[in-house]
């Protein structure tokens, strides 16, 4: 497969997966997710391969999450299903890789953006980063992250990051559990290569049992997803849900308050 939107480097038992779209801040479209889930299979297929790194070009952002050019401001319900699908598709095809992934965070990395760096095994941030869930004010979803997220935050915390779609500092994220290091300004590619040296020390085989056992509850795989998928399916195309991608347009505050009626 070659790629448009990702570039992908196998070295010395590392394969760098770089989401390439720097213009965009890196924004997931649909051929992003195909091409990502296409890489991280190929990194899991090759025997060569002992740990996978995921960034994102630029400084600028990891990734901000879904374009909203391509993805959200155009769906409705049947698009809908299939980005649910294809995220899920990623997602579990993340954890369930038998290679552990760093997630390698610089900048902005926000709701999908956000989403991907929790699926990895570990996150490494500079000091520079951001973190943040945006889809409860843009018109997005992040359905599979009320499975995971808890998981890592606790429930209370979880709650507020997706309720309330505020920002949080490398520090903060740190402090809460959601991420591993946080590497000084301008560090954080040899900061993330140097715990893909220290996990390429380690023997491959328990490292993908436990990766296995950590992910043996499955968060994307029970019954309550496929029902919250369908139940926002006719929101997705709703004046809603237009009123929020249509305010991200014009850099405004959405009004929901005429939904509150």
């Not at 924004?27 to 297929?45: G, H, K, N, S, Y």
């Not at 990734?63 to 698009?79: F, N, S, T, W, Y």
């Not at 900048?107 to 941030?125: K, M, Q, S």
């Not at 709650?159 to 300004?185: H, S």
Request: aromatic share 6%.
């Amino acid at each position: 497969m070659t790629f448009t939107d990702i570039l992908y480097d196998a070295t010395d038992g590392v394969a760098t997966i770089t989401i390439n779209r720097p213009e965009a801040l890196n924004a997931l479209r649909t051929v992003t997710v195909t091409e990502l889930i296409e890489a991280f299979r190929r990194a899991d297929d090759d025997p060569t391969i002992g740990v996978a790194i995921l960034t994102g070009a630029g400084d600028r952002a990891f990734c901000v999450g879904a374009d909203q050019k391509e993805l959200v401001a155009k769906l409705d319900a049947a698009g809908w299903r299939a980005i649910a699908r294809d995220l899920r598709d990623l997602f579990a095809t993340m954890r369930g890789a038998g290679i552990p992934i760093i997630a390698a965070v610089k900048g902005w990395c926000i709701g999908g953006g956000h989403e991907l760096h929790c699926f990895a095994d570990i996150t490494v941030a500079d000091a520079n980063a951001r973190f943040g869930q945006v889809g409860a004010k843009v018109g997005g979803a992040p359905i599979y992250m009320t499975r995971l997220l808890p998981k890592i935050v606790g429930e209370k915390k979880a709650r507020e990051i997706l309720f309330l779609c505020e920002k949080y500092t490398a520090t903060d994220a740190l402090n809460m559990g959601l991420i591993n290091r946080v590497a000084p300004a301008g560090t954080v590619d040899e900061v993330a290569a140097q715990i893909a040296a220290d996990l390429l020390a380690k023997s491959p085989t328990v490292l993908r049992i436990l990766k296995a056992a950590i992910a043996g509850e499955d968060v994307l795989g029970d019954d309550v997803i496929p029902m919250i998928v369908e139940s926002l399916a006719s929101f997705f195309g709703s004046a809603e849900q237009r009123e929020a991608t249509t305010a991200f347009a014009e850099k405004r505050e959405p009004d929901y308050q005429q939904f509150r009626r």
